[in-house]
Nanobody, 118 residues
Framework: QVQLVESGGGLVQAGGSLGLSCAAS????????MGWYRQAPGKQRELVAT???????NYADSVKGRFTISRDNAKNTVSLQMTSLKPEDTAAYYC????????????WGQGTQVTVSS
């Protein structure tokens, strides 16, 4: 059974920092691309950052220079370090594991809430 369990969400003041972590089990972690997505109330889920199996990263323009995604294949974890947080970063943050081309394997965590107060 695949499980992605996020942790580290919470309430922080604007300008502050927060770190999220996602622990994966039930998958061969090293062969999955990993990502963080977020969804604010009334809005669609959007990409925040991704990291490939080879360590290449991609970020949404809105978080470039402020967020850093990393992975630890030995611990089966992916992390998101968030700095200079803004109220518009408030959302539920979801961990994602993805692989495949013809056959797609796509898994989601249950989400963790990040609230940035102004």
């Amino acid at each position: 059974q695949v499980q992605l369990v996020e942790s580290g969400g919470g309430l922080v003041q604007a300008g502050g920092s927060l770190g999220l972590s996602c622990a994966a089990s039930g998958i061969i972690f090293s062969i999955h691309n990993m990502g963080w997505y977020r969804q604010a109330p009334g809005k669609q889920r959007e990409l925040v950052a991704t990291i490939t199996t080879g360590g290449s990263t991609n970020y949404a323009d809105s978080v470039k220079g402020r967020f850093t995604i990393s992975r630890d294949n030995a611990k089966n974890t992916v992390s998101l370090q968030m700095t200079s947080l803004k109220p518009e970063d408030t959302a539920a943050y979801y961990c994602n594991a993805f692989r495949g081309v013809l056959t797609i394997y796509n898994y989601w965590g249950q989400g963790t809430q990040v609230t940035v107060s102004s």
